[in-house]
């Protein structure tokens, strides 16, 4: 008989309390599960959002509660375009409105000269020409749910384009949204004269974050955005989720370590005189820490499998919900499962601690005499 | 002459603050080899010296030597108390859970031997106790008498040169207790492990080489009969079926 049997032995005795605790356990890990895979698909996409077009940095303005209240003037744009060191900028104008069922429906208003610099990667048709105001590209995902295609057309905030070419993007919001040409996005936004952010590309051998900086400089209203964790320099969206994903992780293991602990304590009070053998028949109290300890991670351990299970499951099924689709793709990275497991043992851990005192504080005659 | 291997040099232990003294200053020595049942009235002490001498607690002043091992200055009991001494108790205290092999293996986890010896070295204590055919019985599923051998083989499960029962045979039939005993009398005879076995029962204490008798937690140095301990069995006790 090996240690790791003779502690799935006593975990299996009440097999209905040991149960309860992994089902309590399961919640929190599958919560922790959806959460961790949500708050990655969204930072994926927002790193996808700032690399289009093979952008180094994005210059937003400062201060704004969310992305798409940003405003950098068509004067502040032309500045930055002269800037040494500058190869390429791009004014991007994002509206974001309700169209079928998505209601984050992205329609990015970019000049046609500048999409053809740096276009994205068409799946079929053309991008926009320039000097025209009404055609458009979609990103795949938005051209199947409009069952789209080249030669169609579409209804935008009340405006009709015409279908010119479908292309696909890695992150989501992109590829369930479309392109248009700067002047039409303007009209319909009712904003002449300024963009959402201007995405810019620094020459071969210039230093971009030294590029950004001195951009930063020069317009102290404004911000460059190089990376997801930058992004809450315009925008409060992750850092709200990640403040969202803490609140959830810390709760699930305060509650998930008070049902480990619960269940030890029964078990320790149960098993007292079984200890109190141990210990008669020569057991270290650490080699009883262990037992105990040992089975609360055990638990906690079955718990984060079933709870990384359930916790796929459960983005999948908030993915059958149409109006989620065009916004976020959950991303199953290693780190999701890694912190689960890791937050499930912490869990066992803390939760075992005082009960694995508790069974070692007695001494063995107390506990032999426990009835 | 050898050295005792249990020497007791005026233990007292009281409980409740000093409020109940059981024990009152016992000198008591044991040498090795030797066979010694310890015999007196309930209440006289004689379950708190095996308890001592056991060290599943520390005695308030004096000193007990066992092995070599001055148990007041030793600073890991459970290292002595998984090597020096093996532990019978009136009830058999097996783990529930767990089969009569397993339960004989318990002990061994402080050994640092690996489980297949574990489980090999076990099952020669099995054989030794003739349970092979039980093994893989739980405690429930067994006889009291079967209980309390698989209890016996539990404590030789280290091969500890001494062997503390506190009244094996308490729970049991005649029968079922005359089987444990000739168990004990032949693990001494083949081992030469030292018995100090503590009883009511005058038949069980006959076989003894040496009685030491107390009273109100002394030894009771007077001379007496064996007859003495005769009426000994408290009234309390019911055997179970073997």
Redesign the interface.
Known sequence: ???SS?VM??LF?QRMRTSLTVVGIGVGITIVVALGAITGGLRETVGGWLRVGGADFVVARKGSADFSFSTVSDREWRQLDAMDGVERSTGALIRVTRHGANPYFILMGVRPADLAEAPPELVSGRLPRPGSTHEAILGSRAAASNDAAPGSTVTIDEERFRVVGVYRSDDVMTNSGAYAPLRTVREIARTPGVVTGVWVEAETGTDAAALASAIEDRFPTLVTVSGVEDFGKVDQGIAIMDALDLAVTVLAVGVGAIAVMNTMIMAVFERT??FG?????????S?IMRLVVTEAVFLCLVAAVFGTVFGVLATRGVMLIEEVQGLLEPRYTVDVFVRAVLIAAGVGLVGALYPAYRAVRL???EA?RHE | MSSPLVECVSVVKSYENGRIRALGGVDLEVEPGEFVAVVGPSGCGKSTLLHLIAALDRPDSGTIRVAGHDLGREPNLDHYRARHVGLIFQLHNLLPTLNALENVQIPMFELRIGTAERRARAQRILELVELSDRERNRPPQLSGGERQRVAVARALANEPPLLLADEPTGSLDSEAGRNVLDLLGRIREERGTTLVLVTHDSDVAARADRIVRMLDGRVDESPAPLAAVANLRPPTLRPIRA
């Open positions: 008989m090996s240690f003779l032995r006593n005795r005189r079984e053998i141990l210990r008669a028949v020569g057991w270290r109290g080699r001494s063995p005659m032999l």
